[in-house]
């Protein structure tokens, strides 16, 4: 069901995404890039990106490139961003540090902000009384009110301190919402939120709304996880004195089993779906159907049709689902339209690139002897999804169970490898068979079938770098489903 939409356009747009560098690509990031970059098309706006990589713990460099690469891989281009600059940069949040500290100093001095000197240790003994005597988790404001006496004590005395925004301690928020309308949030439920971190690095908070104010954003399209902290930014834009942009949160991507999207039961990295050969345009098609429908309710348009007849009244606060099946559909009908060279040079570009190949060869160069056998040996390297039905799995004299459970082990813990190569993975298997206590045999031979659908392939770690983390992590967690089935209590025939 669609809604009346409360967004209106008094100028061209200016939108954002902000993805963090962190980890794989999220389909997710095409999705909120796709609605933003159509909204601001349709109104002769700007559409910018923007990395947001202030958690230097887990900015991963790599990862900011794969980003860039899978967007435009799908189409989903900016006009200002990090590598094509604009009037409004840098547009890497760790650039722009010095303008975040300078506007928490703003907020200290107005009284709008203050320091807090509390420690870890203590924060988290003031979250356990509150949760033994079942009261909602947060800050006690225990340093809100110190004086400037205390403050420049404490300072003297060398301890660190974050900056907080003095949230109200009464009434309510009001956050208009372009799906929602108007929403009231108590402000006894909202925290003192942290502005600025101890090692002089901006929360999320304060780097997203100085950075949506000094870059003109006109309106802040994002998934519907952030409603609940947009009371905390318009509190933030009330302390700057600032006008905030409107506001509109997307529903969240779902599963087919209408839980929250997520890698463990569904490929959430963009760079699967390139892997897999499915075409950009039947991707940002896709994506387009993910809670918007044509005014014709047709399912397959182009990009520009999509602009064309684009509206927020269209848009269902439903979770839509994102099926697999269903994107393979409707890919298969951008497919059946190609002409031959357009389809040869997809072919080549996902699936027989050089690059691939140059990658596939040395792991079976000494076992092809004519090449025919070429086909045989590297079949598992371009197929998709296995059936693991009548293969040897999993090893003889292991339960299915079990089987199943050590899969997911092994993909939790290559999960955390930052670098994804043959030696990074044998390292991470071998430790994996000696903590588990498995036999080496019964771990690597189920591994090889749930990865190969073979027990007759090149070297298995070898051979997991080239097949990618997407695919890899796809068949691990097909092979345990499938696994968890086999062992499941068959109930008796009627």
């Not at 839509?320 to 072919?347: A, M, R, S």
């Not at 030696?423 to 090889?448: C, P, Q, W, Y």
Request: glycine content about 6%; aromatic content about 10%.
């Amino acid at each position: 069901m669609s809604h009346p939409s409360k967004i209106t356009v008094n100028q061209p747009p200016r939108v954002r995404i902000a993805p963090s560098p962190t980890g794989d690509p999220h389909i997710g990031t095409a999705y909120m890039g796709l609605f933003n970059l159509v909204f601001a098309k349709k109104f002769g706006g700007t559409f910018i990106l923007r990395i947001e990589d202030t958690d230097q713990t887990r900015y991963r460099k790599a990862s900011e490139d794969l980003i860039m690469q899978a967007l435009r891989w799908a189409g989903i281009e900016w006009s200002e961003g990090p590598d094509v600059g604009g009037p409004y940069g840098p547009y890497k949040q760790s650039e722009r540090l010095p303008l975040y500290r300078e506007h928490a100093e703003l907020l200290l001095k107005s009284g709008k902000a203050y320091r807090c000197f509390c420690s870890p240790e203590r924060l988290d003994e003031v979250r356990k009384q509150q949760m033994e005597k079942k009261e909602n988790p947060g800050y006690d404001r225990h340093c809100r009110d110190l004086g400037a006496e205390q403050v420049a004590s404490q300072i003297a005395a060398g301890k660190s301190s974050v900056v907080r925004l003095k949230v109200p301690t009464s009434g309510t928020t009001q956050v208009t919402d372009g799906l929602r309308g108007d929403i009231d949030f108590e402000n006894t439920q909202q925290d003192d939120l942290v502005l600025l971190k101890t090692d002089g690095f901006p929360t999320y908070h304060l780097a997203s709304v100085v950075d949506d104010h000094h870059m003109k954003i006109t309106h802040v399209i994002r998934g519907e996880e952030w409603l609940p902290s947009t009371p905390k930014h318009v509190l933030l834009y009330r302390a700057f004195g600032w006008e905030p942009p409107q506001f509109l949160h997307m529903p969240l991507l779902r599963n087919p089993d209408r839980s929250k999207i997520s890698k463990r039961k569904n490929p959430t990295s963009i760079l699967y779906y390139q892997r897999k050969g499915i075409l950009p345009e039947a991707f940002r098609n896709y994506l387009g159907l993910m809670g918007w429908s044509m005014p014709d309710e047709k399912e397959k348009f182009t990009t520009d049709e999509m602009i064309q007849s684009f509206t927020w009244d269209r848009m269902s606060l439903g979770g839509p689902v994102f099926d697999i099946q269903k994107l393979t559909w409707l890919n298969g009908k951008y497919l059946h339209e190609l002409d031959p060279d357009t389809y040869l040079k997809h072919l080549r570009s996902q699936l027989f690139s050089d690059d691939y190949l140059k990658a596939i060869i040395p792991l079976v160069r000494e076992r092809v002897e004519s090449l025919e056998q070429f086909i045989e040996w590297t079949h598992p390297f371009f197929a998709g999804d296995l059936n693991y039905e009548g293969r040897p799995i999993p090893s003889k004299g292991v339960d299915p169970a079990v089987a199943s459970q050590f899969l997911v082990q092994i993909l939790d813990r290559l999960e955390t490898l930052e670098v994804w190569d043959a030696h990074s993975i044998h390292v991470a298997l071998n430790e994996f068979v000696k903590s588990s206590g498995l036999k080496t045999k019964d771990v690597f031979m189920t591994l090889r079938v749930a990865v190969t659908g073979t027990l007759q392939s090149p070297d298995l770690s070898a051979s997991m770098a080239v097949l990618g983390k997407e695919m890899v992590r796809r068949r691990l967690r097909l092979a345990s489903d499938f696994l968890a089935a086999q062992s499941a209590p068959q109930s008796p025939s009627t």
